[in-house]
C-alpha cells in the first residue's frame, strides 16, 4: 500500500463514527453457521445535509436524500425525502409520539435538553442519526444500512477542492431573497419602532421582503453551469423564486449538484487527487461506512464510472398532498392519510422496477 493511499485511509478514518464491521465473540465461535452477506445485495445510504454554525435552524436538515445502491445492476438510485414530511417522533415516555417535520428528527435525537426520557438509541452520538434513519425507513419502507452527515461547510469546501463543479441547471430562475451572512439583523433604515411594528403583525416571506437588504439576487440559466463551492450552495439553498423555488424544486436542484460531484471525482480518477477532498471532509462530515466496508465496496462494486445515477422525488404530483399542523404549520403527508405509508412503498417500488426496465430499451 502506497504512502498516499495509506494517509487517505487515515484521513478518512477520522469521519467514521460508528463501523458497521464489528463482530462479537458470541457470534465468532457460535455453533450454528452465519450465513456469508451478499455483498452485491441491493443496500440504502441515508445523506443528510445541515446547515451547522452560522447558519439559521443549525442541525435541522435541509436535505434528506436515499442513494439506493444496486451493485448488479451498476444502479445507483437517489430518492427525496420532503423535509416537510408529518412524522411521528418516538421522543415522549413509553413509545408514545410527538408530530414533527421529518427535518427535525437529526437534531432532536442530538439535543441533550429536550426530550430526555426519550429511548436510549435516540441518544448520545448517534441518537439524531438512528432517529432520522427510523423515521426515514417509516417513510420509504427502505431499511437504512448507513448514513452520511454533512454540513454546508464541508459541501462549500469539498466543491473548491474540486476545482468546481459543471452542474446541469434544469430551469431558469431569479430568487431576488437569498439571505445574505451577517446581515439577518440589518435595519434597512428602519426605526425600533417600525421594526416591532411589523414584527408584531407579519412573518415569513412576507416579512423578509420588508428588509430588501438583507438578501441577495440569484440567477441561474437553464443549461450545463460551471460553479464555484459558494454558486453550488446558492444553487441548493436558494428557496425563494418565484417560478422554482418550493421544496420539490430544491430537490431536483441537490440531486442535479450530487451528480455534478459524482462526475468530477470520477474525472479526477486517482486517489491522490481526492486526498485533498478528504481532508477537507474530516472536520464536517460523519459517517458509519468503514474502512472495510470502503474497501469491500472497492473489490466486489466494479467500476464506479459503469453505474448510471437515476433520481426519483416524492412530491404533490405523486403520493403527497399537502396540509397543515394544528399549530399551522405547512407540513406533507401521504396521500391515504397521516400514517398511511404504503402508497409510498408501493410507489417507490414500482418506479425502481420501471426505471430498470427503460435504461434496458
Known sequence: MSTITSYALFSYNKLVVSS???????????????????????????????????????????????????????????????????????????????????????PLGNDPHQYLDRPEKYQGELGGTTLAEDMVELVTGLP?????????????????????????????????????????????????????????????????????????????????QPMDGATALKFVRSRHSQTYGNDFSRSQRQQAVILALKNKMLSLGTLPKLVPLINTLTSHVRTDIGIGDIKEIWSTHGDLKDYTLETINLSTDNVLKESRSQDGQYILTPIGGTENWQAIHEYLETEIKQNKELDKT
Open 20 to 106: 458497521t464491521e464489528t463482530t462479537s465473540v458470541e457470534t465468532a465461535y457460535s455453533a450454528v453457521p452465519t450465513p456469508t452477506p451478499d455483498p452485491l445485495a441491493p443496500y440504502n445510504v441515508l445523506l443528510l445535509g445541515y446547515g451547522g454554525g452560522g447558519h439559521a435552524g443549525g442541525e435541522i436538515t435541509d436535505t434528506m436524500i436515499v442513494a439506493q445502491v444496486i451493485p448488479r445492476e451498476k444502479r445507483v438510485i437517489l430518492i427525496s425525502i420532503p423535509r416537510d414530511m408529518w412524522v411521528p417522533l418516538p421522543l415522549l415516555k413509553d413509545g408514545e409520539t410527538s408530530y414533527r417535520k421529518i427535518n427535525n428528527a437529526y
Open 144 to 224: 437504512i444500512r448507513y448514513f452520511v452527515v454533512v454540513n454546508f461547510n464541508a459541501f462549500e469546501q469539498a466543491v473548491n477542492n474540486l476545482g468546481g463543479i459543471l452542474v446541469n441547471v434544469p430551469v431558469d430562475f431569479t430568487d431576488e431573497y437569498y439571505p445574505i451572512e451577517g446581515l439577518e439583523d440589518e435595519s434597512c433604515g428602519k426605526s425600533e419602532e417600525d421594526i416591532e411594528a411589523l414584527t408584531a403583525t407579519i412573518s415569513g416571506y412576507k416579512l423578509e421582503q420588508e428588509f430588501k437588504c438583507r438578501y441577495e439576487t440569484l440567477e441561474f440559466s437553464a443549461g450545463m
